[in-house]
């Protein structure tokens, strides 16, 4: 089975650093480009940016940019997302979904993970 | 960066009813355009790619439509388990965007 599956939910104070998880497992985690969404509460859903695991050719959102890293580990097939210095409006649940498809750079997400709440408060 | 605006927000409907939710680019995005389903406490789940492609295991009451700036998402038939929240993606380049939802009631 295909399938993305995040680390548990975290409650960090602002300005502590964080690295969630998104492993993948039943393809070929190499070949197909990884995303991150967020979904801040009773809010839509906002793209963050991209990872190919095979190179690690990575695409932020603008307003992500610098805001946060984005990497994938081929070893553990896993990707990761991660803060330097969260800060309240961090807040938010964050989902790692994959590509449709490995054959292009831009696709439609069809497996998703379970999702991560990340809760920032002092 | 391409602004995707679904319309309406809210819409009230009935079992059985036909419902048709839109999705316009502020510029062109091809055929680039995917639907999703949000219930809640859940992740998204596609519905449709490529502007009409249905994903596989989605019922046939589902369909898409459109190209260029103007798409659509239709159920023909509602059924109690569709009641959720739909977003659109464009995905023409590496910058992604989603339109703002359309929360489906039940009336």
């Known amino acids: 089975e295909v399938q993305l599956v995040q680390s548990g939910a975290e409650v960090k104070k602002p300005g502590e650093s964080l690295k969630i998880s998104c492993k993948g497992s039943g393809y070929s985690f190499d070949s197909y480009w990884i995303g991150w969404v967020r979904q801040m509460p009773g809010k839509g859903l906002e793209w963050m940016g991209i990872i190919y695991p095979g190179d690690a050719d990575t695409r932020y959102s603008p307003s992500c940019q610098g805001q946060v890293i984005i990497s994938a580990d081929r070893s553990t097939n896993t990707a990761y997302l991660q803060w330097s210095g969260l800060k309240a409006a961090d807040t938010a649940i964050y989902y790692c979904a994959r590509h449709l498809d490995s054959s292009g750079p831009y696709d439609a997400f069809d497996i998703w993970g379970q999702g991560t709440m990340v809760t920032v408060s002092s | 960066d391409i602004q995707m605006t679904q319309s309406p927000s809210t819409l009230s409907a009935s079992v059985g009813d036909r419902v048709t939710i839109t999705c316009r680019a502020s510029?062109?995005?091809?055929?680039?355009l995917a639907w999703y389903q949000q219930k809640p406490g859940k992740a998204p789940s596609l519905l449709i790619y490529k502007g009409s492609i249905l994903q596989s295991g989605v019922p046939s009451r589902f369909s898409g439509s459109g190209a260029g700036t103007e798409f659509t998402l239709t159920i023909s038939s509602l059924q109690p388990e569709d009641f959720a929240t739909y977003y659109c993606?464009?995905?023409?380049?590496?910058?992604?965007?989603f339109g703002q939802g359309t929360k489906l009631e039940i009336k």
């Open positions: 993606q464009q995905y023409k380049s590496h910058l992604y965007s």
């Open positions: 510029q062109s995005i091809g055929s680039w």
